[in-house]
């Protein structure tokens, strides 16, 4: 819904606002708290009472004071937020006065963080979600990388990283809110400035760091399950774990398969040590050879990309995984050499079978001309000797 705020008092700091509700449009630009001209001088002028006129406080001043219609800048396209309602701005408004001097002091005087030089040992969280929501509006805007920008009410503040491959890139703030503008105000937020009533998402919770979940989407409805907020290492450290665990149930069944195949190899073998007996048993073993040999290069890519934690791990299944395909490997092996060296025997047999058929054939006729022969050079001699004498 749109929410159009118009200021029916001027005085700085009771907030009573007229909302008028147009169902199912949504009017970023209305959403923000108007002030007229008069009134920002005014709360101006209250802020320079209480701050004193010290340049750094009036700067101060200035950027919590709310943005006069007057000198809005254009409304900006992004994701449909949620603005707190009337009654929960009426009822805060009170404290606001009161806590006006802390906010500015928080404001003028930077962090410790911010004074020093960008370290590497900054927090990273990662938004994300594990439902199929991810192409809503407000999760979409929600889902991405923050780093830390600063400090508010004693809790970091982190800052979504510019996608610059996106074109309707929303800038998205997660940061805290104490309990100084009531107990509802309380806790972790999503939103597009520090304290402004553009939110997307809220989660009643005062830890050091932002939840991992509980976030309520909108901002005042119901808790978004699929939601999560992580520490960016945490999350590479529970992929690097989800990994590991599948690529063990992997191994593991691979592994249990490749056995049995290799038993069922050894019994055909045994039973029928043929030709066909071996070839049979390379057939068993031949999808658990080219398995297992993806599996060595599978586990080899997820040791370089290991954790320090999962990297053990990782050894100990490359291990298994290499020690069942040399196994399976050398038994592919044999049977094929074997298989091999007894259809060279068998053929080997069969030649010198039909040469002996053959031999058998020609051998009585060859005697018999053989015989032959003989007995026509022993005429020859006898004949021979005659003429002689």
């Known amino acids: 819904q749109a929410l159009t705020l118009q200021r029916w008092d001027t005085a700085p700091f009771a907030l009573h606002f007229k909302a008028m509700a147009h169902t199912g449009m949504y009017n970023m630009a209305s959403m923000k708290r108007p002030m007229p001209a008069m009134a920002e001088q005014n709360a101006m002028k209250m802020q320079r009472q209480v701050v004193g006129s010290h340049p750094t406080y009036i700067q101060a001043a200035q950027r919590m004071a709310p943005r006069s219609n007057v000198h809005a800048a254009p409304p900006q396209t992004v994701a449909p937020s949620h603005a707190m309602p009337m009654g929960q701005m009426q009822s805060a408004a009170p404290c606001m006065a009161q806590s006006m001097t802390a906010q500015m002091a928080e404001v003028a005087q930077p962090s410790p963080t911010t004074q020093q030089p960008q370290a590497p040992s900054k927090d990273t969280f990662v938004v994300f979600t594990t439902g199929q929501d991810r192409e809503e509006t407000v999760v979409r805007t929600l889902v991405g990388e923050y780093v830390e920008r600063g400090v508010n009410h004693g809790r970091k503040v982190y800052q979504k990283v510019h996608n610059k491959g996106v074109a309707d890139f929303v800038d998205v703030l997660m940061y805290y809110w104490d309990g100084r503008d009531g107990p509802a105000f309380e806790g972790w937020w999503f ?17 050091l760091l932002p939840p991992n979940v509980g976030w309520k989407v909108p901002w005042d409805g119901a808790v978004r ?28 069944q691979a592994v249990q398969t490749a056995y049995g195949m290799q038993h ?11 030709p066909s ?25 997820a040791e370089k990309a290991a954790t320090p934690e999962t990297t053990p791990h990782v050894q100990q299944l490359a291990k298994q995984v290499q020690d069942v395909q040399t196994s399976v490997t050398n038994d592919f092996t044999n049977y094929k050499t074997t298989r091999e060296k007894v259809e060279n025997e068998a053929k080997q047999k069969v030649l010198e079978e039909r040469d002996s058929a053959v031999l058998e054939q020609v051998l009585p006729e060859a005697t018999e001309k053989t015989n032959s022969a003989e007995d026509m050079v022993e005429k020859t001699v006898i004949t021979a000797e005659m003429i002689t004498a």
């Open 191 to 207: 939103g597009n400035k520090l304290g402004g009533t553009q939110v997307w998402s809220h989660c009643k919770d005062s830890g």
């Open 264 to 274: 069922q190899a050894k019994a055909i073998v045994s039973s029928n040590a043929t």
């Open 277 to 301: 007996g071996y070839s049979e048993a390379e057939k068993q073993l031949a999808p658990q050879v080219k398995t297992l040999a993806e599996l060595v290069k599978k586990v080899a890519m």
């Open 225 to 252: 399950q699929t939601l999560n907020v992580m520490n960016s290492e945490t999350q590479k450290k529970l992929e690097a774990e989800e990994k590991l665990q599948v690529l063990s149930e992997e191994i593991s």
